[in-house]
């Protein structure tokens, strides 16, 4: 008698927004092998219990089942690359069953809203697209003095994980100088490698673009770093109780003494999360003048409520959480989940497996 077949895999996708008609069947047959099941849920509604039950992988951003109904479990995967929403949930605080994140298909799509905001503010566009709807040839604004390119120009990435990897590697091909901060050091070539999900094509795979790296979790290294004499702070950091409030306003007062370029104040950029940053000490750093702008994808709170003083301080440049966003996101995530299945299968490490580790 030959030995029974293994069960299939059931691929339970939980999804919290619309896709078009060809993704779903492009993505039913990405998992054509397993038994995939596909649950349009909108934030916070209930998914039942029995198809959770049924689950050996889940894919979900919010929605995970109760205990009781996990025991089928094998894997999570989650949309975000981040776990901070779901900190609290008794499934991944038992550390039973494995997580996986989205880490990786993020770098393309932030760094091109980085490098946006870059140079909408370095090249005065709010400027130019006012007097486009005023239908006015504007030669009168100081173009030659207002406007400035990014040649030469120094980026301190706080955080180097595939997003700040995409921005290093896109500011370099810009001709600037990229400097990569991470919590724990990485001494060796080997330690320098970003082993995650990468983008074909993107990234800093071997860790070779920063000139330099430095690292730690306490304030004398975060001050070291921010003494380099940087024109732009890109804040890509998980958010933990040790990195809330990461900056502040010795921190922007020194980013600001430590500038070397006349009349350009550093700009400071926050894909993390908002609570990273203090936000009062920010606020007044932009209208002292220590900053020359902000562009913030991330607010405290969210969403930012229509009177609160961020909207108004000078020169910042706010979006509502989406430099993520992209017809590309939710395929690429799920190439990590095809990409783990395999791996599983063949008895292999996963990919972006959820560790807790530091930035």
Known sequence: MGEAPLPREHVLIILNYKLSDSLVEAIR???????????????????????????????????????????????????????????????????????????GIHGPPIAEWTIMNWL?????????YEAQKQHKWDKDTPWMQTN????????????????GRQIARVSQAMGMTVYAYTASPRPTPESRHDNGFIVPGTGDPEGTIPVSWHHGTDKSSIHEFLSLGLDHLVVSVPL????????????????????KNPGIKPYL?????????????????????QLGGAALDVTNPEPLP??????????????????????????????IVRINLDRKAKGLPLINQYGGKGY
């Not at 400035?148 to 997003?163: N, R, T």
């Not at 990461?246 to 003494?257: H, I, K, Q, T, V």
């Not at 950029?269 to 003048?289: F, H, M, P, Y």
């Not at 229509?306 to 995530?333: K, T």
Request: proline share 6%; hydrophobic share 40%; with cysteine.
């Open 148 to 163: 400035y390119d990014q040649v030469g120009k120094k980026v301190g990435i706080l955080g180097y994980g595939s997003i």
């Open 269 to 289: 950029t926050n894909i993390s999360r908002g609570k990273v940053l203090d936000q009062d000490a920010l606020i007044e750093a932009l209208k002292s003048g």
């Open 240 to 259: 933990t109780p040790q990195t809330t409030h990461l900056l502040g306003p010795e921190e922007f007062a020194l980013l600001a003494d430590k500038s």
């Open 120 to 128: 909408v503010f370095a090249r005065n566009y709010n400027v130019m």
């Open 306 to 335: 229509a009177d609160h003083p961020l909207w108004d301080a000078p020169n910042v440049q706010i979006s509502p959480h989406v430099s993520g966003s992209g017809r590309e996101y939710f395929w690429r995530s799920l190439q």
């Open 29 to 103: 047959q990405k998992f054509a092998d397993v038994e995939c099941t596909i649950f349009p849920a909108t934030l916070g509604s209930k998914v039942p219990s029995e198809l959770f039950r049924k689950a050996t992988i889940l894919v979900t951003y919010v929605n995970l089942p109760e205990p009781e109904d996990a025991e089928n479990l094998k894997l999570v995967h989650t949309f975000s690359a981040g776990l901070d929403h779901l900190m609290n949930n008794p499934i991944l605080k038992s550390g039973l069953i494995p997580f996986t994140t989205s880490s």
